[in-house]
T-cell receptor
Framework: AQSVTQLDSQVPVFEEAPVELRCNYS??????LFWYVQYPNQGLQLLLK??????LVKGINGFEAEFNKSQTSFHLRKPSVHISDTAEYFC????????????FGQGTRLTINP | NAGVTQTPKFQVLKTGQSMTLQCAQD?????MYWYRQDPGMGLRLIYY???????DKGEVPNGYNVSRLNKREFSLRLESAAPSQTSVYFC???????????FGPGTRLTVL
């Protein structure tokens, strides 16, 4: 079984500042890792994913994440945020085998202040 | 190409009433999923269907049933709604090859 912990429920930052959203996971098997974004009153949209290979993955809207196997972490970063990045962000994992069910973290609400 | 569609968008039920949430995808995906989203709890898997003709329980299946009608459609049924089922419900689908799931816009359900 897998579990995901997002260490911050809310993160307020000023516009054009850098941001890091933290995610730790636990699993007894190899996993795929994902970050999804949910804008207000919408469904979830994939930001980026780690399947294998380079541990630094780049996604849409200038976001990137680094997979750290020894620390079982997959933190999301952006060097300069915009008002439009205000949303809820979810980290998720799935086993690389079987039905690939997603296990989600609790979510981090990112608020950008002008 | 509409992706994943869900109906209805909103629904209010009284305790004990039944209803079916509909989901369809046009991406020829094998796998489909139903999640519920509650504040502070992320998304939790209710049921999933790895392929046409199969369904399995997820983390929170009690009070729900599902039907994989064909490859495109996967419905979620509440036989006797309870206030604890007030939530936002999301349907998703995936090609099962790399795990990425595509989500519908959600159904906001209130049970009074």
């Amino acid at each position: 079984a897998q579990s995901v912990t997002q260490l911050d429920s809310q993160v307020p930052v000023f516009e054009e500042a850098p941001v890091e959203l933290r995610c730790n996971y636990s699993s007894s098997v190899s996993v795929y890792l994902f970050w999804y974004v949910q804008y207000p009153n919408q469904g979830l949209q994939l930001l980026l994913k780690y399947l294998s290979g380079s541990t630094l993955v780049k996604g849409i809207n200038g976001f990137e994440a680094e997979f750290n196997k020894s620390q079982t972490s997959f933190h999301l970063r952006k060097p300069s945020v915009h008002i439009s990045d205000t949303a809820e962000y979810f980290c998720a994992v799935s086993s690389i085998q079987g039905a690939q069910k997603l296990v989600f973290g609790q979510g981090t609400r990112l608020t950008i202040n002008p | 190409n509409a992706g994943v569609t869900q109906t209805p968008k909103f629904q209010v039920l009284k305790t004990g009433q039944s209803m079916t949430l509909q989901c369809a995808q046009d991406m020829n995906h094998n796998s489909m999923y139903w999640y519920r989203q509650d504040p502070g709890m992320g998304l939790r898997l209710i049921y999933y269907s790895a392929s046409e003709g199969t369904t399995d329980k997820g983390e929170v299946p009690n009070g729900y049933n599902v039907s994989r009608l064909n490859k495109r459609e996967f419905s979620l049924r509440l036989e006797s709604a309870a206030p604890s089922q007030t939530s936002v419900y999301f349907c998703a689908s995936s090609a099962q090859s790399e795990g990425e799931q595509f989500f519908g816009p959600g159904t906001r359900l209130t049970v009074l």
